[in-house]
């Protein structure tokens, strides 16, 4: 007869319902606040992207600024329809807040024309416009080469510092040419006010031949009495070596 193997009873029990509904709470309290965490982490590098955008906007349109100005010229045409002997206002045309004529006009294929650039600069439904034409043709609202230089702006201003002034400090003019200026202005302030940054203001001058007259040559010397180079290099010579000796 087989011995009788005694029935192990097992004391284990599984989850109750209870238990199981705590497990769901807790696990969906932590997938709430994962969530939660990851939206805000994709949130800020999207705004950080949109404000590098902004700023590289802005960085883009004051190194155009600034190289339009520094390269204006001085010269007498009719831009924009009415006859200026500088090519540089502000009463031109009702539609721009200053027009005026740049050198270094691009030519990568060496073509035959002039390196001279006509530009414009508006502003219109909070977007700051660069118009371009060549020089040769009649510089047009509806022939210009336009492009949207800066989104967002709520006001864009310009001041003129006239030729003579003896400091930054002015007087600044805001319209050009003002009544008893002459010439180009030496400098331009611009200021650029955006809903995202606020108001900046930057200073660029303005160099040409018309603010910085070329120093004229020395009149010839026709007394007879004028040494040559030759001479006058040994003159040099001699004092030197004088001014060595003692």
Do not use: C
């Amino acid at each position: 007869m087989k011995p009788v193997t005694p029935r192990v009873i097992s004391n284990s029990k599984g989850f109750t319902l209870i238990e199981l509904l705590v497990a769901l709470a807790l696990t969906a309290v932590v997938l709430t606040l994962a969530s939660l965490a990851l939206t805000s982490s994709i949130n800020s590098a999207q705004s950080s992207r949109e404000a590098m955008t902004d700023i590289n906007s802005i960085a883009r349109a004051m190194r155009i600024l600034e190289t339009d100005f520094k390269h204006t010229v001085a010269r007498t045409s009719y831009l924009f329809g009415i006859a200026t002997d500088n090519g540089f206002g502000t009463e031109i045309d009702n539609n721009y807040l200053i027009k005026f004529i740049r050198s270094g006009r691009p030519n990568p294929v060496d073509l035959r024309r002039s390196s001279l650039l006509q530009v414009g600069y508006r502003y219109q439904d909070q977007i700051l416009y660069r118009d371009t034409w060549p020089e040769t043709i009649d510089a047009t609202l509806e022939d210009a080469e336009d492009i949207a230089l800066l989104q967002g702006v709520t006001d864009f201003q310009i001041l003129f510092l006239p030729l003579g002034s003896t400091s930054a400090e002015g007087p600044w003019v805001d319209e050009w040419p003002e009544r008893g200026t002459t010439g180009l202005p030496i400098a331009v302030q611009v200021t650029i006010e955006t809903e995202e940054f606020g108001r900046m203001t930057r200073l660029f001058t303005i160099v040409t031949e018309i603010n910085n007259p070329r120093n004229e040559a020395p009149p010839e010397d026709n007394s007879g009495e004028g040494g040559s180079g030759e001479g006058n290099n040994q003159d040099n010579d001699n004092n030197n070596r004088g001014n060595r000796d003692s």
